[in-house]
Structure formats: C-alpha cells, structure tokens
C-alpha cells in the first residue's frame, strides 16, 4: 500500500513539475493588470435569470449568471465596452459605456424581459473561444447547467439523446454509447471526449472515459457537443465530433448542492458539491454513489468440445455501481486569471460490450491530475490520465475455460480468463488568442474584430496488459507512444456581412507520416442571428492501441486477436498469397457542409446542415482475415512469419485494416419554436445514405458495414412554469433498422421509437422535487437475439420483424446486449448558496 501511494505521489510530482515548466513559458505580459465586470442578471420582477450569458463585445470574455443572478467576467483589459446578457426565453440587453479600471470592478445590473425566443447564447468549442451560437461554424449545441439540474441520475448521458446529429444508444440503465455520422462500432471511439480541456480517453482502448468520469452532474457548468470534423482544433481523435464538459468554477459557483435519486432497478443515486472563496483562493469538492440492477440478457459461446452443445454464458453479474469524486484548489491572481489544481477518481463495475463478446469489468479505475491556468488570452495546462483494469475478465472466455478445465475453481477460471490493462495518458498544452482591431467606413460602425487562435499540445502514452493481450505479451516491455500537435486559427470579416474562417493543425505521432488537418468556412450574415455558411474540413482519425497492437492468441481455442502494426499476407493451401494487407494507417475524412443557423420571427430557433464526407482508408471493425480449415492463413508482412499461438498452433486470426473510400451524405436539421414564453416545442431529424464503399471483393463483409441507422427523428416539448413552482416535459425518439457488423456482433437491429416524461416541482429558492419516466412507452420493429450456437463473427443474430407498442414494452439498440425497458426515477436536490 504505502509502496503504491509512494508510486503515484511520485508519479504527480513528475506531472506538476512538467506544468510548472509550461506555465513558466508565458509571457511577463500574461500578469499584466486588468479589472473586472460583476453584477446581476435579473428579470423585471427582481428574480434572478439563472444560465443568462453574458458577453463582453468584441472580445473573447463572458461569463454565465448562477442561481442567484450574479456573475464575474475577469481578466478584463481596461477601457470602455458593451456588454451583452442572453437567456432562452428572454429579449437580449445590451449595456454600453461600462469603464473598467485596472485593479477595478465595474457593477452593472442587466435585466431580461420574457420574449418567446433564443436568441442566440455562447459556445466555445467550434473555435475555441467565446461566440454567439448562430455564427459559429460547426453544428453545435449547448447543453448549460439549469438543463442539466432537471435531469435525473448519474450523468449526463441522458441529455445527449436529444442533440442533433447524434446517434444515441442506450445500453442499460446506467449505460449509453455515442456516435455521430456513421461507421459505427462496439468499440467506438470516433467522438473525442474533453473534460476541462484535458484529453479523456482511455490510454489502453482509445475508448471515451465515459462512466469513469471523475465529474458528477452537480459540479457541470456546461457540455457542448459539436459534430462533424474537429480535428482542425482538436486533433486526429476528433474525426466524427467532439464532446467538451467544463466544470464550475469555485468563484462564480460557490455554496453546497446536494441531490440524491432513486427508483426502479434498485437504481439510487447520491452526490453532492461544495465549493467556496477565502481571500484570493477558491476551492471546492464533489462525490458520488451510484448503483442499480441493470437489465441482463443469456449469451451463447461457441463450445470447446467439437460436437457439443454451446455453451450459456456463466459468471455475469449484472449489478453496476460506480464512484467518482474530485477536488479542486484555485488561487485568483490580481490580473483576473486562475491557477487551478485538480485531482479525481473514479471506480466503474458492471459489464462493458466488447468485439469479441463481453467484459465482466471489476474495480475498474480511473485517476487524473490536472493544473491549470486560464487567462483572458493565455491557456496552459499539463495533465496526466491513469486507468487500471482491475480484476476485469473475459466473460466469453470465462464461460469457455469453466468448460475446458471442470475441475478449476471459479476462481481460476477468471485467472484464466483476466483482462488486466493499465494505461496512463500525459499531456500539456499552451494556448493563446487576441484580437486586431478591424474598422469600416461603411457608414454601419465597427464590424467585428479579427480573431486569431494558436496553440500546441504535447503527449506521451504508457500502455501495459501485464503482458497478457496486448503486444507487451511479446516484447515484454510496455508500449510508449509519443505525438505532438500544433493548431491555428483566424477569423477575420471581409465586409460587414462576410466573414471568413481559416484553422489548421499539424500532428505528428511517431508510427505515421505527419498529418495536416485544414478547415475552411465562408460565413454570411445578412442581419444579426441570421447566419449561412460553407465549411470545408479535413480531418484524421489515427488508430488506436488496439488496432495496432493487439496481441492475444488463444482469446478463445484457435481464435486470436492480432493488431495490424506490421501487414498480413493471407495464403492459401499452396503457398500463394490470394490478399495482402498493408500496415494500418490513419484513416482521412474529406467533409463539405452546408449551413444555416437563425433566428426566425422571434419565435424559431433553426439549425440546418447538410453535408457530404468522403472518408479513404477508412478504418475496419475488427474482422476475420484468415480461417486455416478454409484453406487461408495469415503471415506477418514485414517479417514473413506465420501468425500462430506460442506454441505454434494455427490461429483464426481476427484484425483491423483500412478499406479503400466511402463516401456519406446526410442532413442534420433542429429547431426550436416558442408558443409563448413558458411553452416551446423541439424536435431535430438526422438523415443519412452511403454513396459508394469501396472494397475489394476479397475483403471480408465487414470492410462494408456502416452500422448506422438511415433516419432518426427527435421530438418535445417542455413546459416552464405554466403551473408556477412546475416544469414538465416529453421527448419522442424514433430509429429504424439498421445492419451492424463489428466482430461477434452481427445482425439487424430494429427500428424503435420511445416516450420520456419528465417534470419538477420547486419546494422553495433552495430544494426542489424532481421525476423523470424513461422508456416509458415503446414501440419496437421486431426483437434480435443471440444465436444459441454461439455468437460468432459468420453467425448473424437471430432477427424475427414483428411490430409491437405499449407501455413497459422492452426494445434493443444493440446486438448481443440486453433490451431496455422503462425506468422512472425520482429525486430530491438542494442548491444552497
């Protein structure tokens, strides 16, 4: 114990003293002095306008109102401004003439008078700096806090289903899967995940953090997701879209929040945030316990004796829980920035799909350690990210070693059957934006000024399966990956309605050639919140440690997993090779879009995006390129050697590899239209169609899946205080059928719609009631169900169409994992300031 605490201590030493020499980088000019903005958001009553943001025009600065209204906007240079405050439902004030003095506050006090529109809000991640949501360049929601405080539960999982553009599959109670435009997998990690900058995956998958997040839904601030090519900014992670959550800050949101749910599938759920300023520090905290009895389904394994019945999955249990906390410290420098510590943890349990069937995932953990700054110009930070498997196993091989050895323990056979892992991901960055000043004589005024935006990133990954699946197994040392990035981008108008915005990134990771992600984007603004644009992006999606080092023969008798660092040559009985396969290398993703964002009568909210992607080398599912009793088998490319197990014995051998061109168009389309300022109705449609795959006809038929549904349709209201102290609402949501193809995992899903109801009853200005009905009523397209020979990547699942609706009806969204059915939950939360 004291060996290990030693060990990790020593391990964040390395990493503070890696920030403090980043941060030593910035320039004296960084602590220059400046002032601030404070005041209050409010309406015409005197109550505060929780969520409103506020903007600083011509600037990058904003900040957001708490639950009392009141909000700080640091770092502020000094001189003269308008400020600008936004809120759903409300008409936009501006504020001219606020002085700020250096060392200073200025108080200003807005207020917001009711208006059935949005009109507009802030984002940050489609440029990486503040703007208004209508002129951003991407497809892009914004998901703030007073959303997410009416959702119930153990993250924000639950609030992603209703964002355009995404394709939402939920696996469980606890459990949902992300991914946007196609190309789907049951290890997918298309969609990049950041967490208060830093990079959130999984060192040894590349798979999101996902459920070991160490942040609970009290401590968010905000979640947007943006879909489509983000690698410009982001990097070769981001190729489908990217995922950013960004915490509370102890200042602008201190005081105890506390909210503990409960309901069906024994599903309880307690967390709780405290956080608060002493002088110039801030500190604050937050845990959670979340536990519940997912739904459970029976597998079938492929038997170990020749002639034998297959064999029913043994040892699953389907109880889940996880823990996550984290905590805090920042120190407020006189300039307006924050110097920000940050250390969490997290412990996941339950049971994760995977290509080859399924994990029983036990004690699996999760850490990180991050420092910051954050300036109004200036952004630093090193970070590092560990992740352990704990005594995770194979329920596949689980079930099959029980067989293949009757007289071991149960014990043994997870011995046997462990998928141990260990990853650690570390990281630093630095990032700057500023403004040129950009004048007309137009007779108009001042247009906006010319933004410019750089950066670069540093990265090292340490790898390890304790020698068990992983290419460590062979080489008997740890795999470390080093890559390096750095990004730019300007933004600059070209007339008062034109803009224009140029990015790029150069990445270079050690296995490849370099790599340039370019975006381009043409923006028209006719009037104000009217906005079409044209974007070109390029983007790389580099592979993951799985796909190039894989390395476990025998995952079940005669069948291994390799990864495709080097190539295969597939031969036949003769010697001659009938496929070769070159060495996996990053995938690219040439994306056209077309656009419009605005506001329309003041009372609908439009974003509408069409676009056209053509991906080559695109990335495979794992699939099976050779099956010796067929006549094939695989040859290391480089080294001539045949694929075998350690001793020499054929192998089924399974891998990844790219496949030639695909090309998808689709539509992302949303909106949202007010009835009047306590009604307002949303819905968004997602629709996609493959052009062409291009493969080769001796490419096994997974090289061709998309594993996408063609339509999926989002619809809503909510009701806000129609009855006072009450909001309530429902959300419709249907998919249709779709193949998939990824590993074992074979077969139709069916087409599905669902109904959610939520509702809230506010008891005082602190506590309030809240309940949330999931899958409450459905309508399916059929059932699919694992084959009882076994699954296996030639044997599909079992797909029979018969369309059925009620309510407690039960659907599936994923092959060979158990249907959902409803889930009603109940809460009470407590906000004290």
């Not at 790389?540 to 069948?559: C, W």
Request: glycine share 10%; aromatic share 10%.
């Amino acid at each position: 114990m004291l060996g290990s605490t030693l060990t990790r201590a020593s391990r964040l030493a390395k990493a503070l003293t890696t920030s403090a020499f980043a941060l030593a980088l910035l320039p004296a000019a960084l602590f220059a002095q400046s002032g601030r903005i404070v005041g209050t958001v409010s309406d015409p009553t005197g109550a505060p306008v929780a969520g409103a943001q506020v903007l600083v025009q011509g600037t990058a600065l904003s900040g957001a109102a708490g639950s009392d209204g009141r909000f700080v906007i640091r770092s502020v240079p000094a001189g003269t401004y308008s400020v600008k405050a936004y809120r759903i439902g409300f008409h936009t004030q501006t504020q001219t003439g606020v002085a700020v003095a250096a060392g200073a506050d200025a108080t200003i006090k807005l207020t917001l008078t009711q208006a059935p529109v949005q009109l507009g809000g802030v984002v940050t991640s489609a440029s990486r700096r503040v703007e208004k949501i209508t002129e951003a360049p991407a497809t892009i929601t914004h998901i703030d806090d007073v959303e997410l405080a009416g959702a119930l539960g153990n993250s924000f999982g639950n609030s992603l289903k209703d964002v355009k553009g995404i394709e939402f599959i939920r696996v469980g109670v606890m459990g949902a899967a992300i991914n946007a435009r196609g190309f789907n997998s049951s290890f997918n990690n298309r969609m990049l995940q950041t967490e208060d900058g830093r990079i959130s995956v999984l060192a040894e998958s590349g798979l999101p953090v996902g459920g070991l997040t160490t942040i609970n839904k009290l401590d968010i601030a905000g979640i947007e997701v943006l879909v489509g090519p983000g690698a410009a900014l982001y990097g070769p992670d981001a190729s489908n879209g990217v995922i950013t959550t960004q915490t509370k800050d102890p200042r602008q949101f201190p005081g105890l929040s506390m909210e503990l749910d409960g309901g069906s599938r024994s599903f309880l759920d307690a967390q709780a945030r405290y956080a608060g300023v002493t002088g110039n520090w801030g500190y604050k905290i937050s845990g959670e316990r979340v536990q519940a009895n997912e739904w459970d389904n029976s597998l079938y394994y492929p038997a170990v004796v020749a002639g034998t019945p297959a064999l029913a999955e043994k040892g699953a249990d389907w109880k889940t829980s996880s823990s996550r906390g984290s905590g805090s410290l920042a120190y407020y420098l006189n300039n307006g920035g924050r110097v920000q510590a940050t250390v969490g943890a997290s412990r996941l349990n339950g049971i994760g799909a995977t290509n080859l069937g399924r994990n029983q995932l036990k004690n699996y953990d999760f850490h990180d350690y991050q420092l910051q700054y954050v300036g109004t110009h200036w952004f630093a930070q090193s970070y590092m990210t560990s992740s352990n498997g704990g005594q995770t196993y194979q329920l596949n091989a689980f079930t099959q070693n029980t067989a293949r050895y009757p007289t071991i323990t149960a014990d043994s056979a997870r011995a046997l059957s462990a998928f141990p892992g260990e990853g650690r991901l570390m990281a630093a960055e630095l990032q700057n934006n500023f403004s040129i000043s950009s004048l007309t004589k137009t007779g108009i005024g001042a247009i906006d000024n010319t933004h410019i935006t750089w950066g670069g990133q540093l990265r090292r990954d340490r790898v390890s399966s304790y020698m068990h699946w992983l290419s460590d197994r062979r080489d008997q040392k740890a795999i470390l990956l080093d890559q390096k990035g750095v990004y730019a981008q300007l933004e600059t108008p070209l007339t008062e309605m034109f803009r224009v915005v140029l990015a790029g990134r150069y990445d270079k990771h050690e296995r490849y050639d370099a790599q340039f992600s370019p975006k381009a984007a043409l923006m028209f603004t006719p009037v104000a919140d009217q906005t079409i644009r044209v974007t070109y992006n390029k983007a790389f999606k580099s592979p993951t440690v799985l796909q190039t080092d894989f390395y476990f023969p025998n995952f079940v008798a005669g069948v291994g997993v390799f990864g495709n660092l080097d190539g295969f040559d597939i031969k036949n009985a003769a010697g001659t090779i009938t496929k070769a396969y070159d060495p996996i290398r990053p995938e690219t993703n040439d994306t056209w879009e077309l656009g419009y964002k605005g506001v329309v009568g003041q009372r609908l909210f439009v974003d509408v995006t069409g676009y056209r992607t053509r991906f080559q080398h695109f990335l495979s599912p794992l699939a099976t390129i050779a099956v010796p009793v067929l006549g094939t088998t695989a040859y290391n490319h480089k080294t001539g050697a045949k694929v075998t197990d350690e001793a020499g014995a054929n192998q089924i051998v399974l891998s990844y590899f790219n496949v030639g061109e695909g090309t998808i168009h689709g539509v992302d389309a949303g909106l949202r239209f007010f009835f009047t300022d306590k009604i307002a109705a949303s819905g968004n449609v997602s629709l996609m169609s493959v052009d062409t795959i291009k493969a080769l006809a001796t490419d096994p038929p997974e090289a061709t899946s998309f594993n996408s549904p063609s339509s999926r349709i989002n619809a809503g209201m909510d009701f806000n205080n129609v009855v006072q102290n009450t909001t309530a609402g429902f959300t419709m949501r249907y998919v249709h059928k779709y193949n998939f193809r990824s590993g074992v995992n074979f077969g139709m899903i069916p087409a599905f719609g669902t109904l959610d109801l939520n509702g809230s009853y506010r008891l005082n200005q602190s506590a309030r009631i809240m309940v949330q009905a999931t899958n409450l009523y459905a309508c399916t397209g059929g059932t699919s169900s694992a084959p009882v020979t076994g699954i296996a990547s030639t044997v599909p699942a079992i797909y029979a169409q018969k369309q059925s609706c009620g309510f407690g009806k039960k659907h599936s969204e994923m092959l060979n994992s158990p249907e959902v059915g409803p889930t009603i939950l109940a809460g009470l939360r407590f906000d004290m300031r």
